[in-house]
């Protein structure tokens, strides 16, 4: 079981994941494979484990753009039928060094409205600025950083200056 990873979501909610890496494991030399599709296949495999048995997530999917009438590649979708409603959700890995700009932004809103899907998410390394935040949460799309705290060292990041009292009430 793979540990020391976590999503910040909207609204600073944040709890850590604990996922079978599956895929991502199964690499062979990681070396050898782009940093940014190893992201895509570690976004999937956290998906799929909170996806449970009634929704299929996959990996690297097209769908045809109603509008546009071209093929659109998609990094991860998830599909589920609630009642008689198929219910499609596409998520946007980026893995840039840089936040994710307003331009990215509109073009997923653009992109998202293409493919009619029911809720599209983005998913960063290096978060997002706040005029892509404002667009994202004007469109309905979710924002998400996933954060790799394996590669942290805690013990020199993490310091809480503290002044301690000892107060005691003398018979």
Same mark, same amino acid.
């Given at each position: 079981? %793979?540990?020391?990873?976590?999503?910040?979501?909207?609204?600073?909610?944040?709890?850590?994941?604990?996922?079978?890496?599956?895929?991502?494991?199964?690499?062979?030399?990681?070396?050898?494979?782009?940093?940014?599709?190893?992201?895509?296949?570690?976004?999937?495999? $956290?998906?799929?484990?909170? /996806?449970? &048995?009634?929704?299929?997530? !996959?990996?690297?999917?097209?769908?045809?753009? #109603?509008?546009?009438? +071209?093929?659109?590649?998609?990094?991860?979708?998830?599909?589920?039928?609630?009642?008689?409603?198929?219910?499609? #959700? $596409?998520?946007?890995?980026? *893995?840039? %060094?840089?936040? $994710?700009?307003?331009?990215?932004?509109?073009?997923?809103?653009?992109? !998202? &409205?293409?493919?009619?899907?029911?809720?599209? #998410?983005?998913?960063?390394?290096?978060?997002? &600025? +706040? /005029? /892509?935040?404002?667009?994202?949460?004007? /469109?309905?799309? *979710? !924002?998400? &950083?996933?954060?790799?705290?394996?590669?942290?060292?805690?013990? !020199?990041? #993490?310091?809480?200056?503290?002044?301690?009292?000892?107060?005691? $009430?003398?018979?």
């Amino acid at each position: 079981m %793979a540990k020391g990873y976590h999503f910040r979501l909207p609204f600073a909610y944040h709890f850590p994941v604990e996922f079978p890496m599956g895929e991502v494991d199964s690499i062979k030399d990681p070396k050898q494979e782009a940093k940014w599709k190893r992201f895509e296949k570690l976004v999937y495999e $956290i998906q799929k484990s909170f /996806a449970g &048995t009634t929704a299929s997530v !996959t990996l690297n999917d097209h769908i045809m753009g #109603v509008d546009s009438g +071209t093929e659109r590649q998609i990094d991860v979708s998830i599909r589920q039928q609630v009642s008689q409603f198929p219910i499609l #959700v $596409i998520i946007d890995c980026k *893995d840039y %060094a840089e936040p $994710i700009d307003v331009v990215d932004m509109g073009a997923f809103v653009t992109f !998202t &409205t293409d493919v009619r899907a029911n809720k599209g #998410v983005m998913v960063s390394s290096n978060g997002f &600025t +706040t /005029a /892509a935040i404002r667009i994202a949460k004007n /469109a309905g799309i *979710d !924002t998400l &950083t996933l954060i790799d705290s394996k590669g942290v060292d805690w013990k !020199t990041y #993490v310091a809480v200056p503290m002044l301690l009292e000892h107060t005691s $009430i003398g018979q």
